[in-house]
């Protein structure tokens, strides 16, 4: 996700503007086993929503680095957080 913030941030941006508040990205592509990757991405959404839940899936493989393919996260937002279990 390292240099992917801008286009992260441009999505989030765009779902903001269309009042999107649940939304999911599939094939992330980050290795979110790693707690900073998460928090990073927790970062860049709460950049945009003041109140935001996301769940993550990825694989147990070990991968090298911030790449890994596949990988999921959803994420609620706004009024919908206090929905997400």
């Given at each position: 996700?390292g240099?992917?913030?801008?286009?992260?941030d441009?999505?989030?941006q765009?779902?903001?503007?269309?009042?999107?508040?649940?939304?999911?990205?599939?094939?992330?592509?980050v290795?979110?086993?790693?707690?900073?990757i998460?928090?990073k991405y927790n970062?860049e959404?709460?950049?945009?929503?003041?109140?935001?839940?996301?769940?993550?899936?990825?694989?147990?493989?070990?991968?090298?680095?911030n790449?890994?393919p596949?990988?999921?996260?959803t994420?609620?937002?706004?009024?919908w957080?206090?929905?997400?279990?």
């Amino acid at each position: 996700m390292g240099s992917n913030c801008e286009e992260l941030d441009s999505i989030l941006q765009s779902l903001k503007e269309n009042n999107v508040g649940i939304f999911g990205l599939a094939e992330s592509n980050v290795e979110f086993n790693h707690p900073w990757i998460r928090n990073k991405y927790n970062q860049e959404v709460r950049s945009v929503w003041t109140q935001a839940k996301s769940a993550m899936a990825t694989s147990k493989t070990e991968w090298e680095g911030n790449y890994k393919p596949g990988g999921t996260v959803t994420t609620a937002t706004g009024l919908w957080t206090s929905s997400v279990v």
